[in-house]
């Protein structure tokens, strides 16, 4: 029966003693995306002034090469207007180049200065050692099985009804 998983989701102390195993597991999840921003905002984030969501987008632009926006969005889950603000913020400190489109003058080409560059590889060998450490100890049927999850979760909250709108948004709005 789905959220019946037993006391493997909840931990020693945990103060989730009256919640269903999916709330457990959710707050878990935060948890361990919390850990997971721990080296970015210890070892990056004021040592080269920049915010996770500039992170980001350096990082993709950087394995993309050349990208837009938008694509940027789909492929991070941020948000079009924290893109657009981390974009306007990079720009301004000389670490994205911004050219217009000419066959589509509402897209912008996004691609590394050669300060984005140099950072892009100096921030690279970081997000490999997380990767590194938070993986390590897994067997490759364990993290293909993982990855298969993480793939099915995102899918599922990417999933959108024939008008395009977010079916996660609507079915988890509040009550008015």
Known sequence: MAGDTGEALRPRGSVHSGETDEVVLLHRMLKLTNRLMAPFSIHLSHRYKISINEFRLLMTVGALGRTASHEVA?????NAMS???AVATLQKHGRVIVE???SNKRRKWLSLS???ERLYEIMRPQTETVAHYLFGKLEKGELAGFANIVERLIERLDAEDEDGNSLFLERTKPQE
């Open 100 to 102: 217009r489109d000419e």
């Open 83 to 85: 893109i657009s603000r």
């Open 114 to 116: 050669e300060e984005g």
């Open 74 to 78: 789909e492929l991070t889950g941020v």
